[in-house]
Structure formats: structure tokens, C-alpha cells
């Protein structure tokens, strides 16, 4: 059990996916605008990356593996990822018709999101096994979701400020992240 | 012609950088520019990308379901990675070891989809093509203008393990920007990637700003 | 007669942001005059420098923004982010240290969000964890209080790169306490590490400045209340439990930054929560992220990374804290 | 409910230098014109019902109430009626509107009074109409109609009066002590008489020895508690007060009434004090004219619808250093563009304010979050938030932050180390606020007649249609018979 | 390999059996953009009114920053509730001018009924030969009574000048 806890301690704070492995840049610096949508990413993200961290574990180990098809985990990966957003959405479409509708434009791209991939890809490199893929996934999902959150919040503030010109939008939340990134380096060594 | 490809080449490069401008792409970006050689290896890996999915969908346009074109994109990139993938594996067997699971995960570089999506799904072959390479050069230099400031910053070096990439004859590329330096630690680590990009994309809106004045 | 209009109050104001940090750096001069003492002239040094520092790369900064430079300098919270920041720093570090560090933290840490008031991050911190991830070398040689070191000695030592006499430095008591920990040995045996008596002075001359400043109503009670609670609970709790294993919770009060974080980096207004019961969330975080950091992870002191992670998550936290009485 | 015996606080507030002159009530006689505009509060207009050239007397109805939150308006000398036209009026804006005007001639010749000499005997309604018909209002500074205030529909079981001049320089009401407390403390129970409260209380402020002891002497007979409460900014608010008092906080979007509490001014009790026994409408108060700015402070029993530089000259004229011209105090007054304008129901002080009692032009810096505005806010609001949406165009989250609670009462301004004009700024929030409401209900009213329209359109398009139809039919008709008939015909 | 295409059209299935039985009605997205838009009926957006210019946008007919009267506010919301880009105000269709109702000079108006029909909210009264006159409190300042006036005496002005309508200014 401990082992289980200091794993998934470590996935959220220590190497944390975003701010540390650099997984899922893409919607942290896209949605988080406002807080509400980032909430609403957040439990998008975590819905697909359990899932999709389960599914692709389940798929490597019964399927690749005995037919020696390694080499094509990626492609697979990607399908099943798809496969997981696409059903994400139609659910958040029935259930959140006004969550949609605000991340409508970036639900596919958590196809695209690396940190989806990534997970599925860590999970075969560091061998976890099943339980473990589990909670490395939710790990992931909720260190993906907390800084997701807390970097909305302080976009929140930053958006107000009178940042100079050049430093408007992208790169003061890239800086932003970074500090954030140092901050969170206080954690290295606690798991 | 010759205008549109110099054209496209600014805009590629300047106006429309996928990593600077877009901020497609910059998860590999970030993780793998500590030093230039790394910056380098993956720059190659994802120009190679573009250019080929780009010419791949622009060639199967014609053929596909409006629909479903999306997954599909996404399924032939996902193709050539694995076939860049197992190349890598096979030739630059160091390099494919440093940068990780960044190279399968350029199958999840927005910018390459984006570039499908916006250029190569309604564009023929040949102006995809030349467009891959153009993005994908600007995402390069990007990538290496960054790998090169923080390994600078970090080592006070450049080109170090470059033999990773170029074979044992390039050992003794390594240059030492300062002597005696003691390194700023930080620019090797995730926080300086993130502020060392930020700073360079603060750096190209002063640009902007300042040619715009004049 | 024809007079100007204008909106009320038509009162004259006796407040200012000047008068404030004027006030803080009053109440960090027994601690300064104390470690001077202690230690000699190298904190003289590294405050002039850092002061300096400060002072040019606001200016710069502001020239670039093409704003007024004066009202930003006359402020003083440049200065007193310095003088935080020289404090928090070794006092025989090479001059480059605090340079740099003061460097990044007023322009990555203030001046890119737009100066004072809307810095998320407190910029004294930003440029010590800068220092610390950095230079972790020279960020740990502390020198030893026994002698204190001449004019020429901390010049030679702060300018002349290298050429740090033997013997004079030493790792903090934390440092030691985290080391000798790792290396298997109980608390009670660390105990007998021999340690200068005269060392406490430094907390208590914190603990005077922070006291000065909350009768003169400048900070809040609530902050370093809370934060002494969130640092004192845990370990109490601990302590309790096993008390060769964890320090005393006086021990985590005295050693280290305790006292400087609850009265002068905590309550710093810019980067904290705003609401009272956000204040108690705020510090309450910085004290058990102190004790934590302390206690599990990495570094032997936590105050700045739990200061830069409770600053982060303020915004959150005033958010969630708002009241919604109507 | 019991006797109060113990005070409580309201969050909050400051302590100010009082700057506080009580004086012998001077009269300020008559000046050649009296101005009276019709703007009474907020969007409510009397209605004039004398025009140019009519001759008035002191005390004659010159303008009904417009509607139920207005009052009438009467001369407050005989005179003839010079015009009805655009004037400055005592309103922030600076703008100008209408008003009458009245060219005195000095007689001071007044309407025949109807006094009553036992209140008791006349029924409730009866003395709230009176009331009315003089036009009083709370002379606090609110000018809402008393009478209005008077017939709260809940059952009221204590009557507070307000006696705590809290802000800075007024001393008007203390002066009113000073002079009239055997007749104001009749008007206290009239008012008690009209609201029907089994307690009464008067409140005011610590720092009015001498006021004290002339009420005392005054309330020897009857059941009035007198209560001094701390000197502490705005003590004198009616919600603060009432918080000081019983320790309930009124919430901010309803009446005290909604207690069982009603507030009157002491002001306001002597003016009906003077309609009811004395059967004299409201035409004059007093006002203090105080500041720097004047050679010497006075507290002036001055006829409403004079021009300020009348009393002002009553007062010896202006100093040399004269900065600003404020109506109401320091806090919260209003500044003026003129001494032409004329002082009104409202108008409780005159202050002439020199540089050394402003504010320095200083620099207004950025928010550094202190909270000192949220320490002093008197109604627990987080002013540097406020301040934080208000700056960024985010109204949503200001209401969220309970803007429209402020009280604008510029203890947040005073305290705030970067000079931020906050008060200003709130009030311009508030003022998008409406505007916003009234472009709303302007579109949603927009809207409907768009619709009406091109139902209307519609409707006639298919009228139209019909009638060709039917035309058509009965041609077709027609033409039918006409074939049928020739058909017919050869036959 | 075959095992593979198997699983793949397996999830496809799947999807298509969950997007069939959780399809969910289209909404009135038509009423919720008109009623952020301001309602002037003016006609800048080059559709005959508020709401035909709402249509057009969820058909895609239109961008959303065709609106002069509602300026970059109305953008905003409508990018809010869009979840698009926020963008500006395209100058082709005007720009945003201070709120202003119509007003009739009085002795230069013939009576000629030519500014009664155009007016979108039947805020003009009057009759032929008759002296016109602009319901002030109904006029949604479109502008669109001007052009037709023979005379040219209908003239825009503040829509705001009494002290009791004034507001305090940042």
C-alpha cells in the first residue's frame, strides 16, 4: 500500500507530468485561461488518462506482447486514446452540454495530448503493472489537473497586470510555469 | 513561385513559428532542448515528420472521408514515427536512449497534426512538402536556438556529445563558451526551460514590436 | 467663484507604500546589526550589492518600459527584496552569487509581471530558490560564527573568487541535523553537535523586528500566527510520536528561517491571500510545506520553496476563500 | 426589547480629527434670490406649479411632489417667481438642471401657520400626511421622504434617533442640540407617537459633552434613552449605527425597518417638531460653513434655496487659500463647481477646504494587496479585490464581491498606502453597473417592438395575400358567371 | 494483425452504439446569441436585425464581430459563449459610437411620414402633414430614420445629459 501512496505522491508532486516531464503543455498553456474550463479539462484529462492508461496497459501486455507487435504500440496507443476522448466527449455532450460547448475545441486535442501518450508509453518503460498503471495514471492526471488549477488562478491575476508588451500572453505564462516548475522543485526528494 | 516560397520561408520561420508563434509542439521542445545536440537529434527527427506526413496526406486527400480524416492523420503519423523510431533505434542507438519517449511523442506534436490539418488536407503534394520543411525548420531553429542557450547557460558549452549524433569524429566539437564557469544550474533543469523560452518568445515579440515601429 | 471637482474623500492620505517598506526595513535592522556582529562585515557587503543590484535592474527595467523610474525607486520594495534577499544568502558567497540572484529575482520575479503589486511570486524568493537550484555549492557554505571575519578577509573572500580561508565555513545546523539523519544517527546523538549559543540571538531579533512591525499595525497578526501553528502542529505531532526520529517542534521554531518567513517573507501582501481566512489557509500552508520540506524532502530548508508554493497557490486559494454572505 | 446597555462594534472604520466647531446659530437673512431645483434624489422630479412672474409668500407651495419618493418643495421667502430654467445644481456631475428661482424682496412675509397644539389627538395618517405636505426628508443627507420612511408596513419597536455626526467638520446637529432640545425632543415624540415604538433611543457621539446635558436636562419627564456611542467614522451610517446599538447587522439589501427598527435624524425630528406643532413646512435648516477656506466657521440657520456665496459672505468671505468648495463633509460630500448653487434639504455642511486639507497631488501607484482597505471597510467588504475586477472591466466578479453594498464611505480611500482613488473608482462601477441594467432593459424593450413590428408586417403581408386571394376568388367567381351566363345565353 | 483491425472495429462499434443512444438535442443557441446582442436593430451588420444577424452566425454566416453598437463587450460574450477567440471590432461595418437617440428639429420637420417606416421599433410618432416626434425612451439609436428625412432635420444626440441620469467616470 505504501508503495501505491508514494507513487502516486511522487506522479503528482515530485515529477509532476507538466511541470517537470513537460507532458500536456498544449491545453495547460491553452485552456487555462479561466478557471471553470480548466476545472472542466482537468476532470476530462483524468477521466481519459485513467482509462486510457488501463486500456493501453491491458493492450500491450495481452495483445503486443504475445504477438511480439511491440514496435506497433504506438499506433495502437494512439487508437485507443481516440477511442477513450471520443467516448469522453459524447458523454460530457449529454451530461455538460455548457462544458462542452467551452471545451468543445480542445476535447480532441487531448488526442494530441502528450501526456496521454506519454503515460502509456512511461507505464511500458518503467514495467508497472497493472495496479500500478492505475495509479500512475490517476498520478498523473491529478498533478495534471492541481497545476492546471492553480496556473488558472494566477492567470486569473497575471491577465490584469500590467505585464510590458512583449511579454503579453505566451511568454509570461511560459515564465509563469517556470516559476511554478522551480517552486515545485522544493518536492524533489520526498518520494 | 520563387516569391511564394520566400514567402512561405518567413513565414515559417518568422511570422508563423510553430514553437515561438503557434506554441504547437512544445513539449519535446522543452524536455529534450538542455543541450544542442539533443535540440538537434530531435529537430531532425520532427522536420523529418512533417515533411513526410505533409506529403503522405496531401498525396491521400483525395481519398478520404471528410469525417474521419482526423483519426486517420493521426494514425499515418503515427506510421512514420514508428518507422523514424525504429531507424533511430537502429542507427543513432545513444541518441534514440537520450531523448526518450520524445520520439514516439512526436506523434502528439500538435504542430504536425495542426500543419495537416490546416495546409497539407487541402494543399497538393509538392507545396505540402515544401511547407513541412519550411515549419519544420522554423521549429528547429527554435529548438536549437534553445538547446543553445541553456546548455551555454547551464555548462558554458556548445556542441557537447556531439558524437551522439555526428559518430566518434565529432568527440572534440565540444566548445567552452567560458572558461572557468560555474554554471547556472537551473537552465539545465525544467524551471530554466520554461523561463529560457519564455524569454525568447518575450525576445521575438520585442523584435516584432520594434521592426513594426520602423 | 468656480472651483475643480472632484470625487470624495477630500482628505489628506498620511499613508504610503514607501512609509511600509520603510517600516519592515527598520525592523530587519536588529537582525542585520546582529549577524553583523556574529559573522563581520561579509552581510555588510552582500547588501550593498544586492541593494545595488536591485536598484540598477529596476532602473533598466523601467527605462526599457520607458516608465517613470523615480516613483518605483522610491517605493523602497526593490530595497527591501534586497536586503531579504542578502539576509537569506551566505554572507561569504562570491559576489556573482547575489548579483545574479537579485538580477533574476527583479526581473524575471517583479519587472516581467509589470512591477510591484502584481508579482505573484515574492521576488526575494524567486531569486534564493534561483540561487539555490543554481549554485548549491556556494549556497552551502555558511561560515562558521566563532570568528568573525575582518573587512579585508570578507572582501577577499565576497571579490577575490576562490580563495576562502579554511576553516571559517561550515553547514547550518539544519544542513548537519538533515545529514547526520541520512547517515543513520538518531536525534540524540546529533544533540551533542557542538553549537553556538549566541546563533539563537539571530531568531530573536527576528522575532523583536516581527513584533515591532505587528504593534505598529504594518503586518497582520494572522500570518505568522498561522504559519507558526502550520509549522508547530506537525511537528508536535511528530514529536510525540517519535521523538528520536523528528525534531522538536522548538527546534524547527528556532532553526532556520522560521521567524524571517513568519514576519517578513509570509506577510509580504503582494504575494499572499488576501482575505483573513485566506491568510490562515496561506500561512497555514507555508508552515506544515516548511515542516514537510524539512522533514522529507531534499533540501535542509524549506521556507522558500514553501513560500514560492503557497505564493502560487494564492490566487486559488482567494478564489475558494470569498465570501459569499450577501 | 431591553434597555442597551452594552455597546458593540461594527467592523471596520477609523478614527478622524473631528475638526468640529459647535457655535451659536447665526441667520443668514435673506439673499436677493433663492433657487430651488427640481431634482429631488435619484431620478425624482417635483413637479412646479407656479410659473415666471407669479408672486410667492414664505412658506407657499411652489412645486408638488412628482411622485411617491419626492417631496414638495415650498419658498422660503415671499418673492416673485424670476424664472423656471437650467441652473448649476449641488450635484456631483456639475451639471446643470431645471429649477425655480425666486426673486425676494426682502418682506419675509410668510403664509398664515396652522399650528396644532395636541398632536395626540390627530390620527396617525392624518400627521404623516402632514408631514408630507411640509416636505420633510431625512436631513441626514439621504433625502428620502420621511413620511415615506414613516409608514414601513412592519410593526417598529424601537425608534432611533441619529444624532452621531460622525463625519469630520459637521457640527449642525449638535449646534441644533445646543439651541432647540426642548423642542426637538418634542418632534422625538411625535415621531414616536407616528411609528408607535415602545423604545426610543437618541445616539450620539462621545465627543458631544455639552449636547449631552442639554438632552438630559431635555428628557428629564419622558422615556428617552440617551446613548453615547464611540467616536468612531461612520458611527453616524444608519446601519453602523444600528450594529453599534443592538449588535444587528442589517444586511445590505434591506430595511432596518425589516427589524423592527426605524432611524430618524435629529434634524429631521425638529423639523417635524416645526411642521406638526408649529404647522411650518420645511424651508429652512441648519448648515454648517466650516473649512479652511473661510475666514470664520459658523454654524448658520440658513433658508433652503440659498446660494452658497451667500452664506458664505455671512461667514466674512473666503481666505486665500481657497482650494475646493465641498457640500456635505470630508468623507463623503459632494465637490462644487460654484458658490452659485444653492443649498438644498440635503445640505448639512458648506466646507471650504484649503491646499493643506487635501490631499497632495501624489502619484497613484499599484496595488500591493495590503488589505488596510478591507481592515477599515465598515460593511466587511474586500475593497482591494473590488478594486482588482473594477480595474479590469470584470463587473460579474465585483458583484460576486458585493460591490453594490459599498456605502462609499472613503475610509478604504484615506488608508490606502498606494493612493488609489478607490471611492471614485467603485462609484464608476456601479455607474456601469446601471448603465448596463438600462442598456438590458432598453434591448429587451427593443427587442419586444422589433417583434411586434414584424409580427405586425407579417400579419398585414398575410392580410394582403388574403384579400388578393378573395379578390381573386370573386373574380374568378364573377368571371365564372359571366361564362355561365353566356353559356347560358344562346339558349 | 487481424486480431488487431478486430479490436480497433470493436471500440469503433462501441462508439457508434454510445453516440447513437446519447445524442442529444441541438439547443436554441439562436435565442442565447440574440439576446447578447444589443438589440439596436440597426442594420450595420448588413442583416436586417438582431436576430436574422444571430441566425447567421449559427449557420456560419456570419463572424461575430460585425456588431458596431455592442463593440468589443458583445464580441467578448459572444466568444465566451462560443468558446472562439476574442477579436475586434471589423471596421467595415462601423464603429462604436456613445450612446445617442434621434431627435426631430421641430420647425424644420414637414410632416412627410418618410422616417416612420424605416425606424425598427415604431419609436417615431407622427402623421402626415404633423409634426414628428422621437419617443427618446424607445429609440434604440440605429440611425436608420436619418438617411430618408428630406429635410435632413432628425439629428443624433447624447443619449445621456440630465444629472439624473449621469454616472461617475473611472
Known amino acids: 500500500m505504501k508503495h501505491y501512496l508514494l507513487l502516486l505522491l511522487s506522479t503528482i508532486l515530485v515529477n509532476n507530468f507538466v511541470l517537470v516531464k513537460f507532458l500536456g503543455l498544449c491545453p495547460f498553456l491553452g485552456v487555462s485561461r479561466r478557471l471553470d474550463s480548466a476545472l472542466g479539462m482537468g476532470l476530462a484529462t483524468t477521466f481519459v488518462l485513467t482509462l486510457a492508461s488501463v486500456s493501453s496497459y491491458l493492450l500491450y501486455q495481452y495483445l503486443l506482447v504475445p504477438f511480439e507487435l511491440e514496435y506497433l504500440r504506438t499506433i495502437s496507443f494512439i487508437v485507443v486514446i481516440a477511442c477513450v476522448v471520443q467516448l469522453t466527449e459524447i458523454l460530457m455532450h449529454r451530461f455538460s452540454p455548457s462544458l462542452h460547448r467551452q471545451l468543445g475545441l480542445y476535447l480532441p486535442l487531448i488526442t494530441t495530448n502528450c501526456a496521454v501518450l506519454g503515460v502509456a508509453l512511461l507505464n511500458i518503460q518503467a514495467a508497472h503493472g497493472f495496479v500500478e498503471s492505475i495509479v500512475f495514471g490517476i498520478g498523473t492526471a491529478l498533478g495534471f489537473s492541481l497545476v492546471l488549477l492553480l496556473f488558472a488562478a494566477l492567470r486569473e491575476r497575471i491577465d490584469v497586470a500590467d505585464v510590458p508588451l512583449p511579454f503579453q500572453g505566451a511568454s509570461i505564462g511560459l515564465i509563469t510555469a517556470g516559476l511554478m516548475s522551480m517552486a515545485f522543485m522544493g518536492f524533489i526528494g520526498l518520494a | 513561385m520563387d516569391k511564394n516560397i520566400r514567402t512561405s520561408f518567413i513565414n515559417g520561420l518568422w511570422h508563423n513559428n510553430q514553437a515561438l508563434v503557434a506554441l504547437l509542439g512544445l513539449c519535446p521542445l522543452l524536455a529534450v532542448s538542455n543541450t544542442v545536440v539533443n535540440s538537434l537529434g530531435l529537430a531532425i527527427a520532427t522536420t523529418l515528420t512533417l515533411v513526410l506526413s505533409n506529403g503522405l496526406i496531401a498525396y491521400s486527400r483525395g481519398f478520404i472521408l471528410a469525417e474521419i480524416r482526423l483519426p486517420l492523420f493521426v494514425l499515418m503519423i503515427a506510421g512514420i514515427v514508428t518507422i523514424i523510431e525504429l531507424m533511430m533505434n537502429a542507427w543513432f542507438y545513444q541518441l534514440y536512449k537520450s531523448l526518450g519517449i520524445f520520439i514516439p511523442l512526436i506523434v502528439t506534436n500538435c504542430a504536425i497534426i495542426g500543419r495537416a490539418e490546416v495546409f497539407a488536407s487541402k494543399n497538393p503534394v509538392l507545396p505540402s512538402l515544401l511547407d513541412g520543411l519550411v515549419m519544420g525548420l522554423g521549429f528547429s531553429v527554435a529548438l536549437i536556438l534553445l538547446g543553445a542557450l541553456r546548455e551555454v547557460l547551464s555548462m558554458g558549452t556548445l556542441f557537447s556529445q556531439a558524437e551522439l549524433l555526428f559518430g566518434a569524429s565529432a568527440q572534440h566539437w565540444q566548445m567552452n563558451v567560458f572558461d572557468d564557469y560555474s554554471g547556472v544550474l537551473l537552465a539545465a533543469l525544467p524551471p530554466g526551460a520554461f523561463i529560457a523560452l519564455g524569454l525568447l518568445v518575450a525576445l521575438k515579440n520585442a523584435l516584432d514590436l520594434l521592426f513594426s515601429k520602423k | ?326 | 426589547m431591553a434597555a442597551i446597555t452594552q455597546l458593540k462594534h461594527f467592523s471596520g472604520g477609523l478614527t478622524l480629527a473631528a475638526h468640529k466647531q459647535p457655535s451659536n446659530i447665526l441667520d443668514s437673512g435673506i439673499p436677493n434670490e433663492l433657487i430651488y431645483p427640481l431634482l429631488q434624489r435619484a431620478d425624482c422630479y417635483a413637479q412646479p406649479i407656479v410659473k415666471t412672474g407669479d408672486a410667492v409668500l414664505k412658506g407657499q407651495l411652489i412645486a408638488h411632489a412628482g411622485s411617491a419618493l419626492s417631496t414638495p418643495i415650498h419658498a422660503a421667502s415671499s418673492g416673485v417667481i424670476k424664472e423656471i430654467a437650467a441652473h448649476l445644481i449641488a450635484h456631483p456631475s456639475g451639471l446643470t438642471d431645471l429649477c425655480i428661482v425666486i426673486s425676494t424682496d426682502g418682506l419675509d412675509t410668510a403664509l398664515e401657520p396652522e399650528p396644532c397644539i395636541d398632536y395626540q389627538s390627530e390620527s396617525i395618517s392624518d400627521l404623516r400626511t402632514k408631514i408630507q405636505q411640509a416636505g420633510i426628508v431625512g436631513l441626514g443627507g439621504a433625502v428620502f421622504p420621511t413620511a415615506k420612511k414613516l409608514a414601513a408596513p412592519q410593526k417598529i419597536d424601537t425608534l432611533i434617533i441619529n444624532a452621531a455626526e460622525c463625519e469630520p467638520y459637521i457640527s449642525c446637529d449638535e449646534s441644533l442640540i445646543l439651541a432647540h432640545a426642548e423642542q426637538l425632543i418634542q418632534g422625538v415624540l411625535i415621531l414616536q407617537y407616528i411609528t408607535q415604538a415602545e423604545q426610543c433611543i437618541i445616539a450620539l457621539e462621545e465627543s458631544m459633552p455639552q449636547a449631552f446635558q442639554a438632552l438630559q436636562k431635555a428628557t428629564q419627564k419622558e422615556a428617552i434613552q440617551l446613548i453615547r456611542v464611540p467616536e468612531i467614522y461612520p458611527t453616524g451610517g444608519e446601519k453602523q449605527l444600528i450594529q453599534v446599538l443592538t449588535g444587528k447587522k442589517i444586511p445590505a439589501q434591506s430595511l432596518p425597518a425589516e427589524q423592527g427598527m426605524l432611524c430618524q435624524n435629529i434634524g429631521t425630528a425638529y423639523a417635524v417638531y416645526q411642521a406638526i406643532i408649529l404647522g411650518v413646512p420645511l424651508t429652512e435648516r441648519i448648515i454648517t460653513v466650516t473649512g479652511k477656506g473661510i475666514q470664520h466657521s459658523q454654524n448658520i440657520q440658513a433658508k433652503i434655496g440659498t446660494p452658497i456665496k451667500h452664506l458664505i459672505a455671512e461667514c466674512q468671505g473666503y481666505t486665500n487659500d481657497v482650494q475646493r468648495l465641498i457640500m456635505g463633509g470630508s468623507m463623503m460630500g459632494i465637490a462644487l463647481s460654484s458658490d452659485e448653487i444653492a443649498v438644498t434639504k440635503a445640505t448639512n455642511c458648506i466646507l471650504a477646504l484649503s491646499s493643506e486639507e487635501l490631499a497632495a497631488q501624489t502619484q497613484e501607484m499599484p496595488c500591493i494587496r495590503c488589505g488596510d482597505c478591507a481592515n477599515v471597510c465598515p460593511v466587511e467588504l474586500l475593497p482591494q479585490q473590488l478594486y482588482w475586477y473594477g480595474r479590469s472591466q470584470q463587473l460579474e466578479q465585483c458583484l460576486d464581491y458585493r460591490l453594490l453594498d459599498c456605502i462609499e464611505c472613503g475610509c478604504c480611500d484615506i488608508v490606502c498606502p498606494s493612493q488609489i482613488p478607490l471611492v471614485q473608482l467603485f462609484r464608476a462601477i456601479k455607474g456601469e453597473h446601471t448603465i448596463k441594467q438600462q442598456q438590458t432593459a432598453q434591448a429587451d424593450l427593443a427587442k419586444i417592438r422589433y417583434q411586434n413590428r414584424q409580427t405586425r408586417f407579417a400579419n398585414a403581408e398575410q392580410e394582403k395575400k388574403d384579400k388578393a386571394a378573395k379578390r381573386q376568388a370573386a373574380i374568378d367567381k364573377m368571371k365564372a358567371a359571366a361564362a355561365a351566363k353566356k353559356a347560358n345565353k344562346p339558349d | 494483425m487481424l486480431l488487431l483491425c478486430l479490436v480497433f472495429s470493436l471500440f469503433a462499434l462501441l462508439l457508434g452504439f454510445a453516440a447513437k443512444h446519447l445524442q442529444v438535442q441541438g439547443e436554441p443557441l439562436t435565442e442565447q446569441i440574440d439576446a447578447l446582442l444589443p438589440q439596436t436593430q440597426c442594420g450595420q451588420c448588413n442583416f436586417p436585425g438582431c436576430r436574422p444577424y444571430a441566425q447567421a452566425i449559427v449557420e456560419g454566416r456570419a463572424e461575430i464581430n460585425q456588431c458596431p453598437p455592442g463593440g468589443d463587450a458583445t464580441i467578448a460574450a459572444l466568444a465566451d459563449l462560443l468558446g472562439r477567440e476574442r477579436v475586434t471590432l471589423n471596421a467595415e461595418f462601423g464603429e462604436q459610437k456613445a450612446a445617442a437617440v434621434a431627435f426631430i428639429i421641430e420647425q424644420d420637420c414637414i410632416g412627410c411620414v418618410k422616417c416612420i417606416p424605416p425606424c425598427p421599433v415604431d419609436a417615431i410618432l407622427g402623421a402626415s402633414k404633423q409634426m414628428h416626434t422621437v419617443i427618446a425612451a424607445e429609440c434604440t439609436g440605429c440611425e436608420l430614420c436619418i438617411a430618408p428625412c428630406p429635410v435632413d432635420c432628425i439629428i443624433m444626440r447624447p443619449a445621456h445629459t440630465k444629472p439624473s441620469q449621469w454616472q461617475w467616470q473611472r
Not at chain 3, 536588529?30 to 556574529?38: G, K, R
Not at chain 3, 547517515?183 to 540524540?188: F, N
Request: charged share 10%; hydrophobic share 50%; glycine share 8%.
Open chain 3, 1 to 326: 467663484m468656480q472651483f475643480p471637482i472632484s470625487s470624495s474623500p477630500f482628505t489628506p492620505r498620511n499613508n504610503s507604500i514607501s512609509r511600509v517598506m520603510l517600516h519592515v526595513l527598520y525592523a530587519l535592522l536588529p537582525v542585520t546589526a546582529i549577524h553583523s556582529y556574529l559573522f563581520g562585515y561579509g552581510l555588510l557587503i552582500q547588501l550593498l550589492l544586492a541593494v545595488s543590484t536591485a536598484l540598477v535592474t529596476e532602473s533598466l527595467c523601467l527605462l526599457l518600459r520607458k516608465r517613470a523610474i523615480k516613483p518605483a525607486l522610491y517605493d523602497l520594495s526593490a530595497v527591501l527584496s534586497a536586503v531579504l534577499l542578502a539576509l537569506a544568502i551566505p554572507s561569504i558567497a562570491p559576489w556573482w552569487v547575489i548579483v545574479s540572484g537579485m538580477v533574476f529575482a527583479i526581473g524575471i520575479g517583479k519587472q516581467v509581471y509589470g512591477g510591484l503589486g502584481y508579482n505573484p511570486f515574492n521576488p526575494a524568493m524567486v531569486g534564493y530558490v534561483f540561487l539555490l537550484i543554481s549554485f548549491p555549492l556556494q549556497m552551502s557554505l555558511w561560515q562558521e560564527s566563532s570568528n568573525a571575519l575582518s573587512l579585508s578577509d570578507s572582501l577577499a573572500i565576497i571579490f577575490a573568487n576562490g580563495s576562502v580561508l579554511d576553516g571559517i565555513s561550515g553547514a547550518t545546523l539544519l544542513d548537519g541535523v538533515k545529514t547526520q539523519l541520512s547517515t543513520g544517527l538518531s536525534l540524540i546523538d546529533i544533540k551533542m553537535l557542538p553549537v553556538d549559543e549566541r546563533l539563537n540571538l539571530i531568531p530573536f531579533a527576528y522575532c523583536v523586528g516581527g513584533l515591532w512591525l505587528l504593534h505598529k499595525k504594518i503586518i497582520q497578526w494572522q500570518i505568522p500566527t498561522a504559519l507558526i501553528l502550520g509549522l508547530c502542529l506537525p511537528a508536535t505531532l511528530a514529536y510525540l510520536i517519535d521523538s528520536r526520529q523528528f525534531s522538536s517542534p522548538i527546534f524547527h521554531l528556532v532553526s532556520g528561517a522560521t521567524f524571517c518567513a513568519a514576519f517578513f517573507i509570509a506577510t509580504d501582501p503582494v504575494t499572499a491571500a488576501t482575505s483573513n481566512k485566506g491568510r490562515w489557509i496561506y500561512a497555514g500552508l507555508i508552515g506544515c510545506l516548511i515542516y514537510i520540506i524539512r522533514t522529507w524532502g531534499g533540501y535542509p530548508e524549506g521556507v522558500a520553496f514553501a513560500v514560492l508554493l503557497a505564493n502560487l497557490a494564492a490566487p486559488s486559494i482567494d478564489i475558494y476563500t470569498r465570501s459569499k454572505i450577501r
